[in-house]
């Protein structure tokens, strides 16, 4: 991966580390820190296109509802809908993958994965599921072990600056021009052709982003899109998992074009995790009057994070109790997500395993982008897949009180 210059940055740290160069996303929400870098030259930033300045076309709840992809008929669906996500399902057999967001934490799940490929039980996917840095992860998790240093050296080898730019744009506090580029260095066509392979076997990969328009979540069906097989589908496929790791705020929603009955517009779409910590199925498809049940029976979920609330004193600015704030929300969100799909999990008779960070792991982060930090736990993750002790049969303590009350 390219090493971008050094550049003075506000560097929301911890949950900001992704799979491929995995962006700024809601790990600001453990800490947000300014991180003065003393200035280099630096590669110029593209451009921004009239296209992405121009206005939107205005368009209606109804016509938003009925927009498709066009030319991809079963390129998504919307995540909320039982009956509009069924359209998408896998044909093969098998046990299902969800990978959560997580930001830096994803080291966590890209060492389970590596030590589970180690120990010789890492099975193959019916379908792999992904959001935010989750999605960043999932394409390599999809293709299987032949991919695992691909996720490890993205872990180990990237800096801020490899991911964003300091400079506010129109729609953002930060350019996260370095980080498409890096998306478009990974996302080969080659790539692409592999996916679009194991998708014509029957199997699924999915990546959530949420509609910021609609206000839900929405479900991407890349081997769908991959299968296209042209540039208009690479560059959809790169949009996607781009949007699903996009901060509201801190980086521009993805502007992508739909077609509703022949009427054209655009929508925008941002962080997944808004929506979906991580995405097993729409609720409905867990609840007991659901008529088909679940297509699966075994679905194994990479949290990568703590499901503890850990205490911790915020600095009292803005930066600092933003970022605590946010760091607490996206805790409740997993641990309340973990809960709703055990309980589903039990009702239906889903063998369910679930990694997480574990509450021992105790490691100093000195910062954003902490290369030992991500090492340590890339380690701990790779020994516990490796020893087969990485996913638990058990509901995790969900208790508010945490490990880290008497």
């Not at 589970?116 to 992860?137: D, K, N, Q």
């Amino acid at each position: 991966m390219a090493h971008f210059s050094r550049l003075p940055v506000l560097a929301v740290a911890a949950c900001a580390l992704l799979a491929l160069a995995p962006p700024v996303e809601w790990a600001l929400a453990q800490q947000i820190t300014v991180v003065k870098k003393r200035a280099a030259k630096k590669k110029p930033a593209p451009k921004e296109t009239k296209n992405e300045e121009q206005e939107r076309t205005p368009f209606s709840a109804e016509e938003d509802e009925a927009a498709a992809i066009p030319g991809i008929a079963d390129a998504r669906a919307w995540g909320d809908s039982a009956t509009d996500f069924a359209r998408l399902l896998p044909q093969a057999s098998g046990p299902w993958l969800a990978i959560s967001g997580g930001g830096a934490d994803g080291a966590y799940g890209a060492g389970v994965l590596a030590g589970w490929t180690e120990s010789g039980s890492r099975p193959e996917f019916a379908a792999v599921t992904g959001s935010s840095i989750g999605a960043l992860i999932a394409p390599f998790a999809f293709l299987g072990p032949r991919h695992d240093d691909d996720i490890r050296k993205n872990f180990t080898t990237i800096s801020a600056a490899d991911i964003f730019e300091d400079r506010q744009t129109s729609d953002s506090l930060f350019d996260y021009w370095p980080l498409r580029r890096q998306i478009e260095q990974q996302i080969s066509p080659n790539l692409l052709a592999e996916i679009a392979a194991e998708h014509a076997r029957g199997r699924r990969l999915f990546v959530a982003t949420t509609n910021l328009d609609a206000g839900r979540r929405v479900i991407w069906n890349m081997g769908a899109i991959a299968a296209r097989g042209d540039d208009k589908s690479l560059k959809l496929f790169r949009d996607v998992l781009l949007a699903s790791s996009s901060i509201p705020g801190f980086f521009s929603p993805v502007r992508i074009e739909v077609d509703s009955n022949g009427k054209r517009f655009v929508e925008i779409h941002g962080d997944g995790t808004l929506t979906t910590p991580f995405f097993a199925l729409p609720e409905s498809m867990l609840s007991a009057s659901f008529p088909a049940g679940p297509p699966f029976t075994q679905l194994y979920v990479i949290v990568n994070s703590k499901l503890d609330p850990e205490f911790k004193m915020p600095d009292h600015n803005i930066p600092g109790v933003l970022g605590r704030s946010i760091g607490v929300a996206l805790t409740s969100a997993l641990r309340s997500e973990v809960a709703l799909v055990y309980a589903g999990a039990q009702r239906h008779g889903i063998a369910l395993r679930i990694a997480h960070v574990d509450p021992s792991f105790i490691y100093p982060s000195r910062g954003p982008f902490d290369g030992k930090y991500m090492q340590a736990l890339y380690e701990f993750g790779l020994a516990a897949g490796r020893k087969g002790t990485a996913f638990g049969d058990s509901l995790p303590n969900l208790s508010l009180r945490g490990h880290n009350v008497q």
